[in-house]
C-alpha cells in the first residue's frame, strides 16, 4: 500500500490533507505534520508514524521547500527507513498526483507526477500576454 506524509512548517500539512480530502474524497493514507518552533522535531513525530506502517508500503514523505529545517530533518531519518521516497516541493497537484496512486508507482510515472506538478505553476498574466497579445489592463 502507498502511505503519504505531508510534512512542512506551519498548518500548511494540515491545510494541504483537508484540500486533498474535499477534493479527492476521505484519505486514510495521508497524515500531515506542522513544525513549531516550541514543539519537538517534526522529525520524531514522522519517525513514530514510519513505524507504525508495514515494511511493505511504499511510503512517500512530501515536504514543503528544499533546504529547509522540515527537509533537512527527514533527510537525517531517511537511511532509517528504505522504503520512504522523500520529495520537497509540496504543491496540491503533486499531492494529489501521488495520492491517486493505488499501486507501487514506478519510476517514471513518479517523474511524470513531479514534472506535473512543477509545470502547474503558471503566471497566469504572462501566459494571457502571449497567447492573446494582450497586456492585463486590456481585458
Known sequence: ?????????GEL?????Q????????TKNIYAFGSYREEQS?????RAQLHMFDSADDVYVLTDIFGGSVNN?????????????????MNLMLVIGIASQTNKIAQ????TIVSESQNGVVNCNKLIEEKMG?????L
Open 134 to 138: 494582450m497586456e492585463m489592463d486590456d
Open 108 to 111: 517514471d510515472t513518479l517523474a
Open 13 to 17: 500539512a494540515k491545510g494541504m490533507l
Open 42 to 46: 517534526i522529525a520524531v513525530k514522522v
Open 73 to 89: 530533518e527527514i533527510l537525517g531519518i531517511l537511511s532509517e527507513f528504505p522504503n520512504v521516497t522523500l520529495l520537497t516541493g
Open 19 to 26: 484540500t486533498v480530502s474535499m477534493l479527492i474524497g476521505e
Open 1 to 9: 500500500m502507498n502511505q503519504i506524509i505531508l510534512a512542512s512548517h
